[in-house]
């Protein structure tokens, strides 16, 4: 039997950003691996704004629906472990309210889009189960990112603004 990775060729732009620029790959924790490969990104469209954070959030999830669609059909799998583009964008999505470069904030953000991405309360397993395709493969990570931000937004106004 072959493995799904085997269909993957990095030379392909499109596998190359499904996979997360091949941290998706990972053999352990790689949808762990692809949120940790989307935070430079992060710090970078912080360097020229919010509003680049925001352009690339809404773009990485638009396209997302492409490029992990299109790379699910070629591995013959939906949702293969190894697409972590979703994650990307809901990484990004996660730091929209409080677009911070302090560590604290972004690790607080970066725990807290792995842990709905990775447990997925309703209705993000519903949407999981459901929705299939490349929309399905995105649609599940954006609405954790979107939990994830409301979740960073009270943490950082009850707690982490405190510390700070």
Known sequence: MTKPTSHI???????????????????????????????PFYFLFMQFGWWVLLSAAILGS????????????????????????????????????????QWQVVLTGFVLFRFFDMVKPWPISLLD???????????????AGLMAMVSLWLVNHWWLSSLL
């Open 9 to 39: 060729r990095l030379s392909n732009p499109v596998h190359l950003l499904a996979t997360g620029f091949g941290s998706g790959l990972s053999p352990i924790i790689p949808g762990t691996m692809g949120t940790l490969a989307a935070v």
């Open 62 to 101: 638009l396209v997302g629906i492409y490029l992990c669609g299109r790379t699910s059909d070629d591995m013959k799998v939906h949702d293969h472990g190894s697409i972590v583009w979703d994650e990307f964008a809901g990484f990004w999505i996660t730091m929209l309210l409080v677009p911070s470069t």
């Open 129 to 143: 189960r459901k929705v299939h395709g490349g929309f399905g493969i995105m649609l599940d990570d954006v609405v």
